[in-house]
């Protein structure tokens, strides 16, 4: 049985992950105990961070098994590790390195790990939500029981490929379930202004599917909700769509300030922080202490994760040659 404390355990090791990546993205990691005063950032490229969402990752994911299938966005270390990723081969693949769960070819954008289920990030807007509804359909042309989740972020409800999946996932009665994170911001552009309407919940009726919406930053809801839902769709109900209204506490990527957002925003958003919300209810539970001990375990597990990673071999010049097709005319592409 799932409790918030298991819950809690989930988003800070999410929030720990987070926050190490960041800041090895800026160029050092010494305060978990790696020396980069000599060397260029650890994590190169854009990184996308689910700072502030962790909770719906959490909360979802907990209702999941292994042989349940799942699409993240380009915001998706939080969804990779909920799904059982290991936090080691994860940091390794950020970091570039030929241990990383794509053999340091994907990085943060597109890391996967198919041996938990989880098909992928996406650095394109809205591309995981027919990945996961193609996915849905396999699964249900073999006649098995899992289901698939697919994340996106509120600005993916603007784009067509949200449309075209959620019109052939009802129309085959497809087993997923879309998770439309909605923090209100699409990059630096507020939601609002470029969104008619009343936003995912709304259009998912539209095309007959079911939809709850929660509050994101409250785990112990999201877990009630995700419940729900997943529950109707195995018993064959169909798709369904979960509305979790969150924050993003950063910029868009790890070196963006966010100079653009309202200040009055961000602090509004910092209140609402998912996990101290959850360690308040558990410290009112009388589970303190246990919680003060998770939130060290995660620390000293994401430390280890970039010990190992930065000492991690980075792949062979040959390796660029592997996972790719050949034409059959010798013709890599």
Request: proline residues 5%; negative net charge; glycine residues 12%.
């Amino acid at each position: 049985m799932t409790t918030l404390l298991d819950l809690y355990r989930t988003m800070v090791r999410i929030r720990a992950f987070e926050d190490a990546a960041e800041i090895a993205s800026q160029g050092g990691v010494a305060a978990w105990g790696l020396d980069t005063s000599a060397k260029p950032a650890l994590v190169r490229g854009p990184l996308h961070l689910s700072t502030g969402q962790e909770a719906i990752a959490a909360g979802v994911c907990a209702h999941l098994s292994l042989t349940d299938l799942l699409t993240s966005t380009h915001r998706g270390h939080g969804h990779t590790l909920a799904k059982g990723a290991d936090v080691t081969r994860m940091m390794s693949e950020l970091f570039g390195r030929a241990t990383g769960s794509n053999g340091g070819k994907g990085g943060s954008m597109h890391i996967a790990d198919f041996s938990v289920g989880m098909l992928g990030a996406n650095g394109v807007v809205a591309a995981g939500l027919p990945i996961a509804v193609g996915a849905a359909h396999a699964l249900k042309l073999r006649g098995e029981a899992a289901i698939a989740v697919s994340f996106f972020g509120d600005g993916a409800i603007n784009r067509g490929p949200f449309l075209e999946a959620l019109n052939w996932a009802r129309v085959f009665e497809l087993p997923v379930l879309f998770v439309c994170e909605d923090n209100r911001i699409s990059a630096t552009t507020p939601t609002r202004p470029m969104t008619a309407g009343d936003g995912a919940g709304a259009r998912a009726n539209a095309l007959d599917i079911a939809s709850l919406s929660v509050d994101g930053n409250d785990v112990e809801a999201v877990y009630a909700a995700a419940g729900e839902l997943i529950a109707q769709i195995r018993q064959g109900g169909g798709p369904r769509l979960l509305h979790a209204i969150t924050d993003r506490h950063k910029g868009h990527v790890s070196v963006d300030p966010g100079t653009y957002r309202n200040p009055a925003d961000v602090a509004q958003a910092l209140l609402r922080d998912p996990i101290p919300r959850a360690r308040a209810v558990l410290e009112a539970r009388g589970l303190a202490e246990e919680a003060t001990r998770v939130a060290q375990a995660a620390k000293e597990e994401i430390a280890a994760a970039l010990h190992a990673a930065e000492a991690a071999p980075f792949p062979r010049p040959e390796d660029a040659f592997t996972d790719v097709a050949d034409t059959g005319a010798g013709v890599w592409q």
